[in-house]
């Protein structure tokens, strides 16, 4: 028997070492990228989170505001709420009961209060604790001059996250709500 060295079957060490290293980098970019779409995906997961807490908290809002009558505003900007200011909205419910709205501490609080005495009541907060609350203000944009047209309360808010990730990324949100009841009807 004779045994014959055949150079043909085989890979050499050469053509190995590139195709490991081909694999290598192909199996690296790979990974980059999963890791990548995992973190978008949580990025995404905490915004829908986020917008659906404010979703809540702003129909929730407007929805006593559209039920609340004799609205006083606190703190109104002269320059409009273009900053970061703070206000302060205060009314009262269908229920007759004194209402305020106010940013606290990074997020929307509420106090309800029977009748004017609200010495000891505390503001609750509204929104979750992944929602950071940078700008609150509130504009009468109702014209009360003649008592005929209802009451309207715009807000501004200035919304980003508590989350490392997304530090430093705001969301503005404007809106209005009129209330049911008129001027005119309480006289």
């Known amino acids: 028997m004779k045994f014959t060295k055949n150079k043909r079957s085989g890979f050499t060490l050469t053509e190995l070492i590139v195709a490991m290293s081909v694999f290598i980098v192909a199996i690296t970019i790979a990974v980059g ?10 990025a ?12 809540l908290v702003i129909e929730r809002m ?12 606190n703190n109104v900007p002269e320059d409009g709420c273009i900053g970061n200011q703070t206000g302060e909205l205060e009314f009262t419910n269908s229920n007759a009961d ?12 509420r106090m309800e209060c029977a009748g004017a005495n609200c010495a000891g009541e505390v ?17 009468n944009t109702g014209n009360l001059e003649n008592g005929k047209d209802p009451w309207r309360v715009t807000l501004f808010l200035k919304v980003g996250s508590t989350e490392p990730a997304l530090a430093g990324q705001f969301i503005d949100i404007q809106t209005t709500a009129a209330a049911r009841t008129l001027p005119q009807e309480l006289q």
């Open 44 to 55: 995404v997961n905490h915004l829908l989170s986020l917008n659906s807490n404010m979703s």
């Open 98 to 109: 004194s209402v305020f709205y106010r940013r606290e501490n990074g997020v929307i609080a």
């Open 62 to 73: 407007a929805r006593e505001i559209r039920t609340g009558y004799d609205f006083s505003l």
């Open 123 to 139: 503001f609750e907060p509204l929104t979750a604790s992944n929602v950071k609350i940078d700008r609150l203000c509130f504009l």
């Open 33 to 42: 990228a999963f890791v990548r779409a995992i973190r978008t995906q949580r």
